[in-house]
T-cell receptor
Framework: KAGVTQTPRYLIKTRGQQVTLSCSPISGHRSVSWYQQTPGQGLQFLFEYFSETQRNKGNFPGRFSGRQFSNSRSEMNVSTLELGDSALYLC?????????????FGQGTRLTVV | AQTVTQSQPEMSVQEAETVTLSCTYDTSESDYYLFWYKQPPSRQMILVIRQEAYKQQNATENRFSVNFQKAAKSFSLKISDSQLGDAAMYFCAYRSLGQGAQKLVFGQGTRLTINP
């Protein structure tokens, strides 16, 4: 099986712009979670989608949003980019979202805001 | 809210020796999962080992084992016979069993260096 695929791998955007990141989960996985990783704040949970519905949300401003499609692929969008949004964004998928299923991570998208 | 603390930002060990990475957590829940993830320079997080809080027996996976002390809320990772490929950032993580079950709460990480 192919792993979790995140595109693009690297992105440079200007402050004020918006950006969309994509995550394709492992085939058959219906739960997709997003995390932001920065040197200062570490790894922080953004949100989780399961069967096209947002099931959980972290403490991020409304500029951060996401969605999931019927094929379980997920996108996250950040509007009005700020310098502090520069980070590695990681996506993780799991089979059913049940408690005993392992989360598999992608290699992330490195976003730089200038 | 749950918190996870890794007090060792960096650790180093000689190849073939044993190293222990520390992790403490805070929670009011009685049942939960704990994990150790490895993040090599490729950036992909890889699950190393996991522990269910209701299990008293410490989890082991080949050269990796944990010391889970539930009362002390401590969850350390022992790596035996360290190999050069073990060099990476290691993250301790907590996952609740309740609402928000797929949310992982991570510690700040420990950078492990293996000296040949």
């Amino acid at each position: 099986k192919a792993g979790v695929t995140q595109t693009p791998r690297y992105l440079i955007k200007t402050r004020g712009q918006q950006v969309t990141l994509s995550c394709s989960p492992i085939s058959g996985h219906r739960s997709v979670s997003w995390y932001q990783q920065t040197p200062g704040q570490g790894l922080q949970f953004l949100f989780e989608y399961f069967s096209e519905t947002q099931r959980n949300k972290g403490n991020f401003p409304g500029r951060f949003s996401g969605r999931q499609f019927s094929n379980s692929r997920s996108e996250m969008n950040v509007s009005t980019l700020e310098l502090g949004d520069s980070a590695l964004y990681l996506c993780a998928s799991s089979e059913t979202g049940a408690l005993n299923t392992e989360a598999f991570f992608g290699q992330g998208t490195r976003l730089t805001v200038v | 809210a749950q918190t996870v603390t890794q007090s060792q930002p960096e650790m180093s060990v000689q190849e073939a020796e044993t190293v222990t990475l520390s992790c403490t957590y805070d929670t009011s829940e009685s049942d939960y999962y704990l994990f150790w993830y490895k993040q090599p320079p490729s950036r992909q997080m890889i699950l190393v080992i996991r522990q269910e809080a209701y299990k008293q027996q410490n989890a082991t996976e080949n050269r990796f084992s944990v010391n889970f002390q539930k009362a002390a809320k401590s969850f350390s990772l022992k790596i035996s016979d360290s190999q050069l490929g073990d060099a990476a950032m290691y993250f301790c993580a907590y996952r609740s069993l309740g609402q928000g079950a797929q949310k992982l709460v991570f510690g700040q990480g420990t950078r492990l260096t293996i000296n040949p």
